[in-house]
């Protein structure tokens, strides 16, 4: 059987009695049922029988005057889930009021498996509302509503469910069905909304009807008030603070002008009769307490068909409040009434639920269905408060100290609208700390176009005293991190915290996003230097194609460190896709060069290696490239961007990168150029060539250079190997041969590099030795492996030396040293110096490789608890390695 679609979720309990428990309370003891169960005919209407078959329903109604039983009646079918509930349903009796019955038949979902016809995890019931007809109304029993209750549908916080309700009256009981809906609630009460009464003079549901959703214990236990005159209105709030929420009916659904400060606008309830539980819920601010209620009940020109409530309830998530107008408000013209509650409540939902009303002559009395033309009306509800009466700047000017009370005016004030926010932003640099924290929250409410000026400008003033020496210091390298404290003012963040005034502007500046970029290109034009870099930043963030130009104009006169800044905003702008089309147009050469040359080469370096992909790009290049007597700056700065726009094809580029390499007067730019050739294949001759170049610091960027490319997998020419041996074996310089000992062991193996690897192995500097035996392990050169093991045992020799030869025999699989590591690995548990612990450790990554057959019985020792946790860490290492080598 397939699953049913419902979720299926428990009904609440506590306050939900008046909704949901009332059932219970008619239903009594009622046991389920197994024999057929009579409803005995009453006033005008039939008898009816009703049995509980395993299939279905069976029902049959009976005239008055006979004896009725199911037998023959007709059977009602049920959904096919339903079905195997029936067993473990009852039928409940009703009586309503004028003595009519109907019976209430519900099969509990909770508790059956799934396979029985219930989802898994079930709580659920099915309910079927059945009446025989009214007399002389034909024999067909009615049914009045059939579903699930208690089943939620809908997302989270939306969910909606059925209900039925029986509520005990004087005389019999009314029977509703209706919806609870997550998103309307009495301040976390559930609340039937859309209800529907089973009316007694017609038998079926009439729509529209009012139903009071507390229950009758709590408003017994509510605290009583009486509301008080008030021809002239009290000292009222500058900014409102309940916002209406959510209502249970309301005349063109207009609930929201209960609280919108006009009094000639009002809610009405849209129901039946005096609209008796009809409510309208509020958001407000647990942190600001309400001492009482401000009520004005009838609007200026009235409504039609409106009425004056006697008694309403006020509810908060714990309380209930009924208060009591002492006269008909329909009457008295403009007054209004002051709720004095007997004591201060903070909360973040308040209700306003009616209860009785004078209503106009031939409404209905209790229960009963009237004229729907009569409407219980609220003009305007409002809160008090101990602020009343203030206006925007004495509340702002009460954020200062962050206390309770400061907290409670940043509430109000955040409920306040454009007038409260431009107060806050009035107010903010007179505030403290706190306060001013306080403020930025309410800040935060207006719209990105109202916050970006006060954003900007704290970002920007953020960014000045950051950039600020600390006062008395030094220098900046031994400021001591203090903030120092002017009168009047907050500290200043040390260094090594997060300024909360800047932390917060970034933030809000990002998520405003786009609509922050034209003040932020205002600072990066004209702001002090430290400003104009933190505001690059942000907006080549937030905004990459509006940074572009503004990035290029602020360059032209910036100079040291904020330039370097602005350009590395530039090159986070330009290499975003957003950008893409902007910096196109910028590199057209009329645009580029109405700029000065170094905006010019500011934006292909910043470019890195997008250049290549940008239209244009190459053309922009020979422009700068091809000038007359380009300076040594522009030739170095030229380099980058010719070995970007090389690797990806274009011959003039490619052309003067060579030419540097190999020909520039400047050894910088050549060095340079061979840094940058790396990542060009086409070309590793000029690279081979550049490592003979007479200046030595080009010989070795080229070098690097070309170890580089070997290790990427690039294919060098025939005798590589051999002009770096060359280099290895004579080369005054150490860091020369270090660096052709690395570069010959980043290549394929040749006999000639091997041998100058060995050779090496005599060089006076250890680092050369060191490069060379790293260079032999890669190339697993077993010729040269006694060479490598005397490095290894040479107790004089220095101990790094001796470490990189241990892991090399490890790399050519020297089965015949697993004696000796495992010796050293041993001396690395007491050491004697560093150098017993640096060749345990070598030695152990050695084991680990050759991984020998008896390998867990060599290191057993260096498992025990004894064994410091570095070393015996290192230990398992060794035993989980994959072996490298081929056990013999």
């Known amino acids: 059987m397939s699953r049913s679609p419902f979720r299926f979720r428990r009904p609440r309990l506590g306050a939900a009695a008046g909704v949901i428990a009332a059932s219970a309370a008619v239903g009594g003891n009622a046991a389920a049922q197994v024999a057929p169960v009579v409803l005995p005919h009453a006033a005008g209407q039939q008898a009816l029988a009703v049995r509980i078959d395993p299939g279905g329903i069976t029902a049959r109604a009976c005239p008055a005057a006979a004896a009725c039983a199911p037998d023959g009646g007709k059977v009602l079918a049920v959904p096919s889930e339903v079905a195997p509930l029936l067993g473990g349903a009852r039928v409940v009796p009703v009586t309503l009021a004028d003595g009519k019955r109907l019976a209430k038949i519900e099969a509990p979902a909770g508790g059956k498996p799934a396979g029985a016809g219930a989802p898994e995890g079930a709580s659920g019931s099915w309910v079927m509302l059945l009446a025989a007809p009214l007399a002389g109304k034909g024999t067909e029993p009615l049914v009045l509503w059939s579903g699930w209750t208690g089943v939620a549908t809908g997302e989270h916080g939306e969910g909606r469910s059925d209900a039925v309700v029986v509520e005990p009256l004087g005389s019999g009981s009314r029977v509703l069905v209706g919806q609870l809906r997550d998103d309307v ?23 529209g009807v009012s139903f009071q959703n507390l229950s009758a214990e709590e408003r017994r236990g509510a605290g009583k008030v009486v509301a008080e005159r008030r021809d002239a209105d009290a000292a009222a709030a500058t900014f409102r603070l309940l916002r209406p929420t959510a209502a249970s009916s309301a005349v063109g659904k207009r609930f929201a002008e209960i609280a919108d400060g006009d009094p000639k606008t009002a809610w ?29 009940i009838k609007p200026e020109g009235g409504v039609e068909g409106g009425a004056a409530p006697r008694t309403l309830f006020v509810a908060t998530p714990d309380r209930l409040f009924q208060v009591s107008l002492p006269e008909d408000a329909w009457l008295k013209e403009s007054a209004g009434y002051e709720v004095k509650l007997p004591e201060e409540i903070k909360a973040s939902c308040i209700a306003v639920v009616l209860d009785d009303a004078y209503a106009p002559a031939g409404a209905g009395g209790r229960g009963a269905p009237s004229a729907p033309e009569v409407r219980v009306t609220i003009a305007e509800v409002t809160a008090r408060t101990a602020f009343d009466g203030q206006g925007p700047a ?99 963040a040390a260094p090594s915290e997060v300024d909360p005034e800047l932390h917060h502007a970034r933030d809000r500046i990002r998520r405003c996003g786009r609509a922050a970029a034209p003040a932020l290109a205002e600072i990066v034009k004209a702001g002090a230097a430290a400003a104009r870099v933190v505001a690059a930043r942000e907006l080549a963030l937030i905004a990459p194609a509006e940074a572009i130009s503004a990035l290029l104009d602020a360059l032209a006169g910036a100079r040291g460190a904020a330039r370097r800044e602005l350009r590395a905003a530039l090159a986070l702008a330009a290499r975003s896709e957003r950008a893409a089309s902007v910096v196109e147009e910028e ?95 086409s070309l590793a001759p000029d690279l081979l060539a550049a490592a003979s170049d007479p200046d030595a610091r080009v010989r070795e960027a080229a070098i690097v250079a070309l170890a580089r490319a070997a290790s990427a997998g690039a294919k060098l020419p025939a005798g590589a190997s051999e002009a770096l041996a060359a280099r290895l074996t004579s080369d005054p310089w150490t860091f020369i041969r270090g660096g052709a000992a690395l570069a010959i062991g980043a290549m394929p193996a040749t006999a000639a590099g091997d041998r100058a690897l060995v050779g090496a192995l005599a060089d006076s500097s250890p680092e050369v030795r060191r490069h060379a035996l790293d260079g032999l392990g890669a190339h697993r050169a077993t010729a040269h492996i006694e060479a490598v093991r005397d490095r290894a045992e040479d107790k004089e020799e220095d101990v790094e030396v001796r470490a990189r030869a241990i892991l090399a025999l490890g790399a050519m699989c020297d089965a015949s040293s697993v004696d000796l590591w495992t010796r050293l690995a041993l001396r690395a548990k007491a050491p004697i110096g560093e150098h017993d612990q640096r060749l345990g450790s070598a030695a152990l990554a050695a084991l680990g490789s050759v991984h020998p057959a008896d390998l867990p019985a060599r290191l057993k020792p260096l498992l025990d608890k004894d064994t410091p946790h570095g070393l015996r860490e290192a230990a398992r290492a060794a035993l989980s390695a994959a072996p490298q080598c081929r056990r013999r």
């Not at 309830?269 to 307490?289: C, Q």
């Not at 500011?602 to 940008?614: E, H, K, T």
């Not at 790009?617 to 091809?626: I, K, R, V, Y």
Request: hydrophobic share 45%; net charge positive; aromatic share 4%.
């Open 185 to 207: 609630t009495l301040c976390g009460r559930p609340a039937l909304v859309g209800a529907s009464e089973v009316d007694p003079r017609t038998m079926t549901l009439l729509k």
């Open 268 to 296: 009405s309830e849209g129901k039946a009769g005096v609209g008796r539980g009809e409510f309208v819920s509020f958001s407000s601010a647990d942190e600001v307490g309400i001492t009482g209620l401000g009520l004005r």
């Open 394 to 492: 004495a509340l702002v000017g009460a954020l200062a100290g962050g206390g309770e009370r400061s907290r409670a005016a940043a509430a109000l004030l955040a409920r306040g609208g454009p007038e409260a926010v431009e107060a806050a932003i009035a107010g903010y640099d007179r505030l403290d700390t706190a306060g001013k924290q306080l403020a930025r929250g309410v800040i935060d409410t207006a719209p990105c176009a109202v916050q970006i000026p006060f954003l900007t400008a704290r970002l920007a003033s953020g960014a000045a005293s950051a950039a600020q020496p600390a006062p008395g210091a030094a220098s900046a390298g031994r400021a001591s991190g203090l903030a120092s404290t002017a009168p009047g003012r907050a500290p200043r």
């Open 587 to 681: 590199v057209q050469l009329e645009r580029l060069r109405a700029r000065p040359e170094d905006a010019q080469l500011d934006l292909l370096r910043a470019l890195g290696p997008a250049l290549g992909r940008v239209k244009g790009g190459g053309a922009a290049f020979q422009a700068l490239a091809s000038a007359g007597g380009a300076p040594f700056e522009r030739r170095y700065l030229l380099q980058a961007p010719a070995a970007a726009l090389a690797r990806a094809g274009e011959a003039p580029a490619e052309a003067y990168l060579r030419a540097s390499l190999r020909k520039d007067a400047d050894a910088h730019v050549r060095l340079r150029a061979a840094e940058v050739a790396a990542d060009v294949p």
